[in-house]
């Protein structure tokens, strides 16, 4: 099912933006690189919560109708490219992420997109076309979800509910959003080739895009394991960040409480005794930041199908917080703008493996903005003014490439 409305109304306000453009090859993130520029989408199904539904239920589905069969993950097909078909793209919001927990969803979109999408491509080996450009890109001045003072308050509630035992931690994010004219694919495709970005690539959509340059794996299934890479920490990259990061106590503590939630959320769908962290709290570099990551694994259990995995991850612990569904209620009632398409899910499904990324450091185009979101983990020992400078760190890059 695809919603015609927003393209319409793009379409009427301005002839020169996404939807109006030739179609071209785009790699969307996390595609394997034998594929790469070879893609056509050969089908395509949009979600809004107003469609009804479980989106996991439906995604699962709309694959297998089109020889993508994902009920038992365990036992995956070969890339065999059956009746011409790759692959496909799954993109899951952070509200539809939260729904999946019976969360709440949190503020309106402030972004014209679907909650999610499913795009299945083909293969093809003619060159991609070369329309006439249209109009340069350009971008407006950006308009802040909240200001600083705003931003630093609602730490200082979490802190508060931190203190009365509510959470252990909360992940808050803002939003910003800019007027924009031109051609947004150029700038979206550079955004998804920042240093670093594991899941670089671009999504689009009939009258909206989403470029992502996420670092953070949510979940990759690949020869039986389950995988999952959460981000928790972050400093300059220069040497005393590097230093700093791996002897702050508080980034380390948030960090392990990530990794918690994560090995609980793996236990539920792998084979007993199987969870285990590979890799704790190492420092990786991303753009011009200092990141800690760990890997989290275990074996997946048999009969695993899609719609359960993506119950399970969804949302990412990295981007809400502990307790799960507590953050989430926290969330809800303190961000004054939707998530959108950024902290919920992005990558690639295949026969024989998923790749999914968490869309942190991700931008979304409509038909009448630019739209980027950044925040971080606050924990009791959280300073405000600190945590809003980290978050402008986190966007700078974003926005730099979106030029």
Aim: glycine share 10%; net charge negative; aromatic share 4%.
């Amino acid at each position: 099912m695809v919603r015609g409305k927003s393209a319409e109304r793009m379409s009427m306000n301005r002839p020169d933006v996404v939807e109006a453009l030739p179609r071209t090859v785009i790699d969307p993130p996390a595609v394997p690189a034998s594929c790469r520029g070879r893609l056509v989408e050969h089908a395509r199904w949009q979600w809004h919560p107003a469609d009804g539904g479980d989106p996991a239920a439906y995604a699962e589905q709309f694959l297998a109708d089109h020889g993508l069969r994902l009920h038992d993950l365990a036992r995956p097909a070969r890339h065999h490219h059956e009746h011409g078909i790759c692959g496909a793209a799954l993109y899951l919001s952070a509200a539809a992420a939260a729904l999946l927990a019976d969360g709440p969803p949190g503020a309106p979109n402030p972004a014209d997109l679907p909650e999610a999408a499913v795009v299945v491509y083909a293969h093809t080996d003619a060159n991609p076309t070369h329309p006439v450009p249209p109009p340069p890109w350009w971008h407006g001045t950006w308009t802040e979800s909240w200001n600083p003072r705003e931003h630093a308050d609602a730490v200082t509630a979490i802190r508060q509910a931190i203190s009365r035992g509510d959470v252990y931690q909360v992940n808050l994010v803002g939003h910003a959003s800019a007027p924009y004219t031109g051609d947004p694919l150029p700038a979206l495709t550079r955004l998804g080739r920042l240093p670093g970005a594991r899941y670089g690539g671009v999504l689009t959509g009939p009258g909206w895009a989403i470029g992502c340059a996420s670092p953070e794996t949510l979940i990759e299934v690949r020869d039986g394991t389950l995988t999952t890479r959460p981000i928790k920490g972050t400093r300059p990259a220069t040497t005393t960040g590097h230093a700093d990061l791996l002897a702050s106590a508080k980034e380390r503590a948030e960090h392990i409480m990530i990794v918690d939630l994560e090995r609980n959320d793996l236990a539920r769908i792998a084979r007993t005794g199987s969870v285990r962290v590979d890799e704790l709290f190492a420092v990786r570099r991303w753009c011009d930041l200092w990141q800690a990551e760990s890997t989290v694994r275990a074996d997946i259990a048999d009969g695993l199908g899609l719609a359960d995995l993506l119950r399970a991850v969804c949302p990412g612990g990295s981007v809400t917080g502990a307790p799960k569904l507590a953050a989430l209620d926290h969330i809800a009632a303190l961000e004054p703008v939707g998530r959108g398409a950024s902290m919920g899910a992005l990558g690639w499904i295949g026969p024989d493996h998923i790749d999914l990324g968490l869309t942190i450091r991700t931008a979304a185009v409509d038909g009448n903005a630019v739209h980027a979101w950044a925040g971080g983990g606050i924990t009791w020992d959280s300073e405000p003014a600190a945590e809003v400078a980290e978050a402008a760190a986190k966007t700078a890059p974003v926005r730099a490439a979106l030029r």
